[in-house]
């Protein structure tokens, strides 16, 4: 019963989270989902035996094999659950939700061994993460709950020298729809991108350059046109068609 932890943690009336289904699906997915939560973490499941062995990465992955990031290993999760990107407030694990990385994942050697041994060696084929990957258990302290692991870019050609740009902040965006976590915030519905340019730019830029083609978008005032008067509107507007020439 892989899930049954999963379950017991979830009231499923109230969230909108997947249940799960009888683990029956083989998959090979890796999902990085950046979950705003109480506090902010990286969500980092791997897909083994139709569930989702899953950590919780507290500052994310990092490229530079020197950094050694914290990943606690949290209950394993339904296969459904990397297409799902919001949990209700007040909901256990409440919060936003963004896929920030997927892809395909390769274990080196046998998993279920590596699992039991404490380390796991894999390879992420990811749009940002890519290369060999390695998840360390840590020593359990006395009284310790939690299973500590640490999340560990291997020495790779995918891998980044000390002091380079931590990939979390250089590619902030979601893999889905390409947008970033702020653009989705305080959007209000049908208004433009915040990442686009919007009409009043545009005419602003045509405007600015000398010589160029003012774009006005106000309605002209018919007034003040020569020789013209009120009128009522016509009952019938006569359609202006093509002619073929
Ligand atoms: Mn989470």
């Given at each position: 019963?892989?899930?049954?932890?999963y379950r017991s943690k979830r009231n499923f009336a109230a969230t909108a989270e997947p249940r799960g289904r009888t683990p029956h699906e083989m998959s090979d997915m890796f999902v990085v989902q950046k979950h705003d939560a109480t506090r902010l973490h990286y969500d980092f499941p791997l897909a083994l035996d139709g569930v989702l062995k899953s950590w919780a990465v507290t500052r994310g992955p990092s490229l530079i094999p020197g950094e050694k990031r914290l990943a606690v290993a949290v209950e394993d999760h339904p296969l459904e659950y990397t297409d799902f990107v919001r949990i209700a407030e007040g909901e256990y694990g409440g919060g936003s939700v963004?896929?920030?990385?997927?892809?395909?994942?390769?274990?080196?050697?046998?998993?279920?061994?590596?699992?039991?041994?404490?380390?796991?060696?894999?390879?992420?084929?990811?749009?940002?993460?890519?290369?060999?990957?390695?998840l360390i258990r840590m020593r359990a302290k006395p009284r310790e709950k939690r299973e500590n692991w640490l999340l560990i870019k291997g020495d790779d050609e995918f891998a980044r020298p000390a002091g380079t740009t931590d990939i979390l902040?250089?590619?902030?965006?979601?893999?889905?729809?390409g947008g970033s976590i702020d653009d989705l915030v305080g959007e209000s519905p049908g208004s433009p991108s915040k990442t686009g340019k919007t009409e009043k730019e545009r005419t602003h830029a045509a405007a600015a350059e000398p010589g160029s083609r003012t774009l006005t978008r106000a309605t002209p005032d018919p007034s003040a046109v020569e020789g013209v008067s009120k009128q009522p509107l016509p009952g019938f507007v006569e359609p202006m068609l093509a002619t073929l020439s």
């Open positions: 019963m892989a899930l049954e932890a963004i896929v920030w990385d997927r892809g395909a994942w390769t274990p080196i050697g046998d998993p279920h061994k590596g699992l039991k041994k404490g380390q796991l060696d894999f390879e992420l084929r990811g749009q940002k993460l890519r290369g060999r990957w390695h902040d250089e590619r902030p965006e979601l893999v889905k729809t």
